[in-house]
């Protein structure tokens, strides 16, 4: 599924299911809460943070998957073609570090 047909179905399935997209700040806060949910999984399966008995660190793709829906909310409703913004995004960064990284000896 390319962005552009990901902004429609979320948009779709907000006028069906969601009544109306939720105000961009709240949209903003379930954003950051979700995020936070993948770095609490991040951290207990690949970092150095202990297990909670109730943790569950299998759900990191559902996890990730939240907050790309979240990301597609805001670009939504706030006008933002995301595939547009992504391919002028990867410009920006080619012209800017085509260079950058291959010279960084910490990535050797």
């Given at each position: ?11 779709k ?36 943070q ?38 002028q995004?990867l410009?920006?960064?080619t ?7 291959k010279?960084?000896i910490k990535?050797?």
């Open positions: 599924m390319d962005i552009k047909n990901a902004q429609t179905k979320v948009d399935w907000i006028n069906a299911h969601g009544v109306r997209y939720f105000n961009e700040l709240t949209n903003m806060a379930i954003l950051t809460e979700e995020v936070g949910e993948v770095a609490k999984i991040v951290a207990r399966k690949y970092g150095e202990s297990l909670k008995k109730e943790d569950n660190i299998d759900n990191l793709a559902d996890e990730l998957s939240d907050v790309l829906f979240v990301l597609i909310c805001l670009a939504n409703q706030t006008g933002i073609d995301l595939e547009k913004s992504f391919e995004n410009v920006k960064k012209e800017r570090d085509k260079d950058r990284h010279s960084n990535l050797k």
